[in-house]
């Protein structure tokens, strides 16, 4: 089975009122000013993988700053929750408190894997903040929910979107959280590379990462460098569509993991989000 774990839709109105949404949030305005920015229907996702061979996707939600619109976000996605090719994640505002916490419970209850893609840049929100993270971290753990995290290298080009969530706050929020399942997506920022350490591994047994816009960012030595370093368990193909082609970032994975049944391209990311 391939999964391609970390893909993006918006609800329809997003795409035919994106000049709205562009002046609503400034995170959505980074990403999608550009009329070449791609925004996918859940019709183009599915056409996607068949045409990729993807059997399953994990679809994640947008970061918006304004709690409403992640409400609204998640709506959307729980009238598609029933296609079994599809999981799905939400977002929330962690400063909402009780109405993050309920709409959290609510997507949960109606089947979705957890939370993501939850970005504290775009959301005005830092990892160290635990009053704002720590009840959604108590509900994902009761219910075995992944938290997918935008990561940022600290080093490298500036692009829209980059942030500044760089590897030492995610391993502080994961040494404080071993309950928590965890998904640096983007390689974690290069958090990988530290699992040379022979400490890390054993006190971060529950975080993973995901190849979310790979070709953009490093060449194609990172997935075995990655599996290397942190383990086969630990990576997943994602392609961060429809920013990447499936096919193509399936491609570019394929010339560097050749092995058609390692974990990396399906059983890491179905045991992670319980696919
Ligand atoms: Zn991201």
Redesign the pocket.
Known sequence: MIVDAHVHLFPPRVVTDRESYLERDAWFRQLYAAPKARIASAEDLLRSMDEAGVDRSVVAAFPWRDQTLCEQHNGHFRTLAGDERLRFLCTVQPRAGQRAVDELRRCLDAGFAGLG?M?VDAQGVELAEDDCWGPLVEVLVEAAGVLML??SEPVGHQYP?KGANTPEKIYRFALAHPELKLVA??WGGGLPFYYLMPELGPSLPNLYFDS??TEFLYDSRVYERVIGAAGPERAMFGS?YPLLPQARALGHARSAVVAEDAPFYGSAAAAVYGL
Do not use: F, Q
């Open positions: 893609e970005n935008h990561s979107g997506a983007h979310a816009a961060d």
